[in-house]
Structure formats: structure tokens, C-alpha cells
């Protein structure tokens, strides 16, 4: 929908398929990309010359270009792109630099963006000189003097940070937190966090829910702070951060803070209270460090160097929306960190590169770049295995993917050793599907037997005074699995003692008395209706 696959099409996809970038030269070269980010309906992509190239939803200005920029009238307008654009403004604009003596023109040609960033309906970017860039609907001043979110079609420099080096930012659908140097440039450990925009739900940090029109440094993580934060992430209304301290001791450890909106579990302090300070996720394992940490709509998932994953939030960590779930029975949230293995036979995720959550789904790259795994909700085929159903566990995704012309094309470049690997791949792959359908089934049957064991053990427990045990099962059920009512029904009269026997005559005394008094309740009201439609006749 509006494009954002940046394929030409608002056609869903259930495979990887590769997305084309015209190159601005007229040359035939291929373009390198080195940084990609989506937000809610628009994605980015960053060149390795620094040029960011936006496709998708456009309707507040997040992607840079307005009706007047579209150059392509068959796949661009104003309100969105369905083919990756060029944004070529931060050619016109640039922050002024006095310190460095270097002319107008001159700085043009030097500013190179090198990180993007997207999140709900705005999209940033940092330059070579460490200058934060914002576009779309962002935190802005209002025309009467407040703080509102304001459509931007034209990249605008955060001037708050001038003389300092941003080095990391991101964003929810209100909130910005950004990683600043202390001083003018970057030197490695001291990074300042900040926050500004809307802060209804305490995601900010600042220990309120006030909102900030201008950047404020969240005091846990000031110059002073032992810890040094690496990582920053965030979700619709929650933020999540990774540190490690300043003088780390024999092992090198790191630790997960989270705060914000809290009712799905998300922030995983076990409860869905809000938290409007940092608060550290203790329920993590120590002795472990931590590389990537993501947040989606309402969970949040983090990755260890080791190839542990852990995610928490909606539906038990996995992303769901509540709506998505086929079984009722898999609703819940997951309140504390889940660890999430790779399959029943591997735990770990090998040789760990990336952890990223969509709005209900999560994808974690791996084995060094060679794999990607996916789970969560399956719509519109965001988990990339060629299906558009839910998952609950990891499921591979296909990936390079395995399509009729991308084999065609293999085997004419490739020798029988590529032949050989490519038939390895596709059978491990197709090992991995079933097992995790396997897995899928098996959970959502361990489910259906846990609360039909609830619900025997209540009726038992009504019944009988006790909970219900293995025990208690019928001989003939447990021998032959066919169950005859009436002879066990008078067997087990004949075991049960007096006070059972007084029980059970007391346990149907009373639902026959209710029984006969919904009876005469009943009839009660048809005689008042017969008495009523005989007078309404006669009068």
C-alpha cells in the first residue's frame, strides 16, 4: 500500500524481491546501499556517496519532495511514490559553519548524509559533519508560540546541537531521542542522551509527562553518568536504550533501560505500568553484552553478541496485534523478557548481526549476514516466507529468494558446485517451513490442552470439592478412549463414600432448584404477556 516496497506497484510481496534505484548520473552503474529505515508507511535508503533516495507515503512530507519535485508522473505525486526518489534538497540546504572557513559552494559539495532514520510519519538523517536533519510530521513549533506536530516537505537542520556531533537518533510517532557528543566532536564514550516532542506516556525520560518543543538531556545519562549509552530505539510511545559502564571491569557486560508506555508489557518490568525515568530490564541475564536492541509498536527485542534473542511486549513478545491472532487462546502479553530460540535443536541465533521489529513483527539477521529469520504477524507477507499467515516461532525467510527466474538466472552463471549448494538451501529450507508449522501446531495445541484442563479441573473442582487429577480420570478412558457415561456414571456412585454421595445430592439439589426457578420464572412472564395481549384485544 502507497508504495512503500518502492517496486512501482502498491502489490503485496510474500518474497524478498529487489528494489531498482535509477542512478542520478544517467550511468548504468548500480548504486551501493549502506543504510536503510523504514517508519509507518514510507521507507529510505542511504548511498554510499551520501545520497538518500524515499519511497512510499508522502501525505506530511516524509519523504522530502513535494507534488512539484515528482519527476516521474506514472509512479509520483505529492501524496506518495511508488518508485525510490531522489532527495536532492540537502544540495540547497546546509547548516552554516563559520568556524571552519569554508565557503558556501565548498560546503555544498561536501555535506554527505550518513545515517537515516524513520519512524511513524517523519524521517531524520545525519551528515558528515554531525548535523541532525528532520523531515515530515515532526515536533515543531506551532504558529501560536506551542508544541505541535508539523508537515515538513523540506529537510530542516536541528540547530539545538550546533558546535556538537550527533552521532546516534531515534524516533517514535510524537518523540525524537538523539546521542550527542559532549563536546564538538565524537571521542568515543561521551555521548549525551536527549529527548523532545510529545511525552503523553513518559517516553521522553525526563520523569513527567510533560511535553519539550527543544531537545533536553535525560539526567540518567548526562556527561557525568557512569554509563555509556551505544544503542538507542523506539517504539509508538516507549523508548529503549543500551549501555554499558564507563570503566567496565573483566568482562565487558551491558545492561537494557526502557521507559514510556507500558500497557502491553512492553518496557519488561513485569508489569503495564508507565515508567517516566530510564528503569533498567532486570529481568535480562547479567554477564552478557548486548548489540542491538529494536522496538516495534508495543514490544521491544534485543540481541546478545553470543546469538541470544529476548522480546517482550504485545502478544508474549512476538509482535502481534491482539486482532492478528487466529487462537484466541495465544492472547497476552508478554511482561518480562522471553527467550526466543532459533528452533528446538538450536538455540542460539549464529553469529548475530541485527535484531528489527515492524510495527507487529520481528526479524533477526544472522550467520553473519547469510540468513534471516522472521516471526510475528504474517499480513500482507511482511515476514517474507511466501505465506501471509501468522507465526509464533522463527520461521526462515527465503532468502536470496528462490523464484523461478532468480534460479534460471543462477544456474546460466553458475557451475554444478552452485547447482549442488543452491538444492542444499532450498532442501534446508524447506526443512525449516515444516518444522516451524510443526512447532506452530504443537504450540497451539499445548494451548487448547492447558485450558481444557483448566476448565475440567474447575467443573471437577464444583463438583467433587477437589481439583480434578490424573487420578480421576476413568479407567476405560485411560485403557480404551471410548467413555461409556452411564456405566461409569453408576460405577462411580458405587466407589464414592457418604460425604462424596451428600456433595453430588447437594451439588444437583441446587442446579435443579435453579433449573426449576428459571422454569416458573419463564412461565411467569408468558402468563403476564397472555394477560396483557388478552386486554390490549378487548380493549
Not at 359 to 372: D, L, P
Amino acid at each position: 500500500m502507497f508504495g512503500r516496497l518502492g517496486l512501482g506497484s502498491e502489490k503485496d510481496e510474500l518474497f524478498p524481491v529487489e528494489v531498482k534505484f535509477g542512478n542520478p548520473n544517467g550511468t548504468g552503474d548500480t548504486l551501493k546501499i549502506v543504510g536503510i529505515a523504514a517508519g509507518a508507511y514510507h521507507s529510505l535508503a542511504l548511498t554510499e556517496d551520501g545520497a538518500v533516495w524515499c519511497w512510499g507515503y508522502n501525505i506530511y512530507g516524509q519523504l522530502g519532495i513535494s507534488g512539484e519535485d515528482s519527476h516521474d508522473k506514472k509512479y509520483t505525486d505529492g501524496d506518495y511514490s511508488l518508485v525510490p526518489c531522489l532527495l536532492n534538497k540537502f544540495l540547497e540546504l546546509h547548516p552554516p559553519d563559520s568556524s571552519t572557513g569554508v565557503s558556501e559552494t565548498e560546503g555544498k559539495a561536501s555535506l554527505k548524509i550518513c545515517a537515516v532514520k524513520a519512524g511513524g510519519m517523519m524521517s531524520l538523517a545525519i551528515d558528515c559533519r554531525g548535523t541532525l536533519w528532520m523531515w515530515g510530521n515532526c515536533p515543531q513549533q506551532s504558529k501560536e508560540g506551542g508544541l505541535s506536530l508539523v508537515n515538513s516537505f523540506s529537510p530542516t537542520p536541528v540547530w539545538d546541537f550546533h558546535g556538537h556531533t550527533v552521532v546516534k537518533v531515534a524516533c517514535g510517532n510524537e518523540h525524537v531521542v538523539a546521542l550527542v557528543s559532549a563536546g564538538e566532536s565524537y571521542k568515543g564514550e561521551d555521548l549525551v542522551c536527549y529527548s523532545w516532542g510529545y511525552n503523553s506516556h513518559g517516553q521522553l525520560g525526563l520523569g513527567d509527562r510533560e511535553s519539550r518543543l527543544h531537545p533536553e538531556v535525560v539526567k540518567t545519562f548526562a556527561e557525568e553518568s557512569p554509563w555509556t549509552i551505544f544503542e538507542v530505539a523506539c517504539g509508538a510511545f516507549h523508548t529503549a536504550l543500551l549501555t554499558h559502564k564507563k570503566k567496565p571491569g573483566d568482562t565487558l557486560e551491558s545492561t537494557c533501560w526502557t521507559f514510556g508506555l507500558g500497557d502491553n508489557g512492553q518496557l519488561g518490568h513485569g508489569t503495564t505500568q508507565s515508567i517516566l525515568f530510564p528503569t533498567l530490564v532486570k529481568e535480562l541475564p547479567q554477564n552478557i553484552y548486548l548489540i542491538c536492541v529494536a522496538c516495534g509498536l508495543f514490544h521491544t527485542s534485543v540481541v546478545s553478541s553470543a546469538g541470544d534473542v529476548w522480546s517482550w511486549g504485545m502478544e508474549k513478545g512476538l509482535g502481534l496485534c491482539p486482532d492478528a491472532s487466529r487462537a484466541e487462546t495465544y492472547s497476552g502479553d508478554a511482561l518480562s523478557p522471553l527467550l526466543i530460540s532459533c528452533n528446538p535443536y538450536q538455540p542460539k541465533f549464529p553469529d548475530p548481526v541485527q535484531v528489527a521489529c515492524g510495527a507487529a513483527h520481528t526479524v533477526v539477521v544472522a550467520q553473519e549476514g547469510y540468513k534471516v529469520w522472521s516471526w510475528g504477524r504474517g499480513r500482507n507477507g511482511v515476514l517474507g516466507n511466501g505465506k501471509g499467515v501468522d507465526c509464533y516461532t522463527p520461521t526462515i525467510v527465503l532468502w536470496p529468494p528462490m523464484m523461478n527466474d532468480f534460479k534460471e538466472e543462477e544456474l546460466k552463471s553458475s557451475g554444478e558446485q552452485d547447482k549442488a549448494r543452491e538444492k542444499e538451501t532450498k532442501v534446508i529450507t524447506e526443512t525449516d517451513e515444516k518444522l516451524s508449522s510443526a512447532l506452530n501446531e504443537l504450540k497451539q495445541l499445548q494451548t487448547k490442552l492447558s485450558i481444557m484442563e483448566k476448565y475440567a479441573s474447575i467443573l471437577h473442582g464444583s463438583i467433587f470439592g477437589k481439583p480434578f487429577d490424573e487420578q480421576d480420570i476413568p479407567v476405560s478412558l485411560q485403557n480404551s478412549g471410548s467413555f461409556d457415561i452411564a456405566k461409569e456414571w453408576e460405577n462411580m456412585l458405587e466407589a464414592a463414600d457418604h460425604r462424596k454421595l451428600i456433595r453430588l445430592e447437594m451439588f444437583y439439589r441446587d442446579m435443579l432448584a435453579g433449573v426449576k426457578d428459571k422454569l416458573m420464572e419463564r412461565r411467569i412472564k408468558e402468563i403476564i404477556k397472555e394477560c396483557l395481549q388478552s386486554s390490549e384485544v378487548k380493549n
